[in-house]
């Protein structure tokens, strides 16, 4: 009796064959994480700058604000998070689909405050609270991407801890009325915007001179086209390797 070994209902000649007769066009993608961490750094560099009091006021500022935060924070970092998704990126998905989202609400909630539509967390306690309570959430996320990155980069991690931080400070001080919280979270911020500045320009400038630049401090192995295509030409089941797969 010749016994045939299946795997997920097929017998090897199967797979032998689909594998020999299959092939996989894989679409290179620049890193999306490249223009979601640029506008992140951007719209939190200028905004955080503002909450240290750098520049800027209570009535003026928000109106000036909220189309640079919404634009390139929000729109560009949402748009990076999207793509970031077809590249097969979860983590990047997350965090710049998450944080993207964000920089459009505080853009849209910030141009009412300056159309004087709804009260600004500078000046209404109510207001100031529900704002916090917004960083809660943005705390809980950032803090699980700062441990999903640790397994892949020292530059990410970084940017995510002190963004995390950050987040869970503005949010204690907005909820619990802290000012001097506000300020020492603002400027972990801006170390976080820097960081993600710094990580943007390694990860763009690996890209154009063909080796890293920047210290970026990736771990693990990182897989290559040549790999890539292996690894789903070899596997049929893969997911991407059937169509609705």
Partial sequence: MIMTATINGRTAEERTFWRDHT???LQPVAAPSILGLYGFAGA?????ANIVGWYG?????PLVLFPFAAMFGGLAQLLAG???YRARDGLATAMHGTWGAFWLGYGIYHLLVALHTLPGPGNDPVAASAFGFWFVALAAITWAGTLAASAESVAVT???ATLAAGSTLLAVALIGGVPVLETIAGYLLIVSALLAWYTASGM????TFKRPVFP???RGAVRGPEAVAQLYTYDVDAPGG????
Wanted: proline letters at 0%.
């Fill in 23 to 25: 092939t996989i066009a």
């Fill in 44 to 48: 939190t560099f200028i905004v955080s």
């Fill in 57 to 61: 006021d209570n009535s003026l500022t």
């Fill in 82 to 84: 999207m793509w970031a």
């Fill in 158 to 160: 970084a940017v995510l």
């Fill in 204 to 207: 763009m400038l690996e890209g």
């Fill in 216 to 218: 970026l401090g990736r």
């Fill in 242 to 245: 059937r169509v609705g797969r």
